[in-house]
């Protein structure tokens, strides 16, 4: 148990809804980091947030936003969602310092029919 | 550009070493990761090496890093059915401290 917590662990909707997935973070951890797992695109990421701040962007959508309350859980929001979003959605988080070992959460699979 | 590439699939007998490969792009990553995948579950964390490091062993595990290649390698020593999973080596762009995954090698061990 890596003391990261995602929910919900399934999550099945149709084309055009929207979906938001929550992480709680490890205690004390300040870093969320959001990844997207497909089998086309591989495990890339998607976001990270700092002590409630966007701190880097990847590969995320237009349609997809992220935010880091003051009590340190992430929210990802997706939302117009197509088939192709089916995937495997990550959180990790790490503490603050160079070392900055992340830990995933076991994730959100999301199924877009 | 970033890329980190792996081997598709590996196939050893149990007890026997595992070596699972790995090339990076970034030169300037400080450190770099292997990361475990089982079936349905999340990633776990198998151990890392900073980049002034050769090597890192840690129980059955050993690193080797060859910085000059960009070549990273991950020996699993006694090989057991249960390290059956996706093996992903990382490396983290030290800019945004993201992480940038190879597309994973899937370890199967035959008894």
């Known amino acids: 148990d890596s003391g990261v917590t995602q929910t919900p662990k399934h999550l099945i909707t149709a084309t055009g809804q929207r979906v938001t997935l929550r992480c709680s973070p490890r205690?004390?951890?300040?870093?969320v980091y959001w990844y997207q797992q497909s089998l086309d695109q591989g495990l890339q990421f998607l976001i990270q947030?700092?002590?409630?701040?966007?701190?880097a962007k990847g590969n995320i959508l237009e349609r997809f936003s992220a935010q880091q309350f003051p009590d340190l859980h992430s929210e990802l929001n997706l939302s117009s969602l197509e088939l192709g979003d089916s995937a495997l959605y990550f959180c990790?988080?790490?503490?603050?310092?160079?070392?900055?070992?992340?830990?995933f959460g076991p994730g959100t699979r999301l199924t877009v029919l | 550009g970033e890329d980190v590439e792996q081997s598709l699939f590996l196939s050893v007998r149990e007890g026997d070493s595992s070596v699972i490969n790995c090339t990076y792009t970034?030169?300037?990553?400080?450190?770099l990761y292997w990361y475990k995948q089982e079936p349905g579950a999340g990633l776990q964390l198998l151990t890392y090496?900073?980049?002034?490091?050769d090597m890192k062993q840690d129980q059955r595990l050993t690193v080797l890093l060859n910085k000059k290649d960009k070549h990273l390698s991950l020996r699993i020593a006694d090989t057991q059915t249960g390290d059956s999973a996706i093996y992903f080596c990382?490396?983290?762009?030290?800019?945004?401290?993201?992480?940038?995954f190879g597309s994973g090698t899937r370890l199967l061990v035959r008894p």
């Open positions: 970034d030169s300037s990553s400080t450190y």
């Open positions: 090496i900073f980049s002034n490091m």
């Open positions: 947030y700092y002590n409630g701040e966007e701190r």
């Open positions: 205690s004390g951890d300040l870093s």
């Open positions: 990790a988080s790490s503490a603050s310092g160079s070392y900055n070992e992340q830990f």
């Open positions: 990382a490396e983290r762009e030290d800019s945004s401290y993201k992480l940038i």
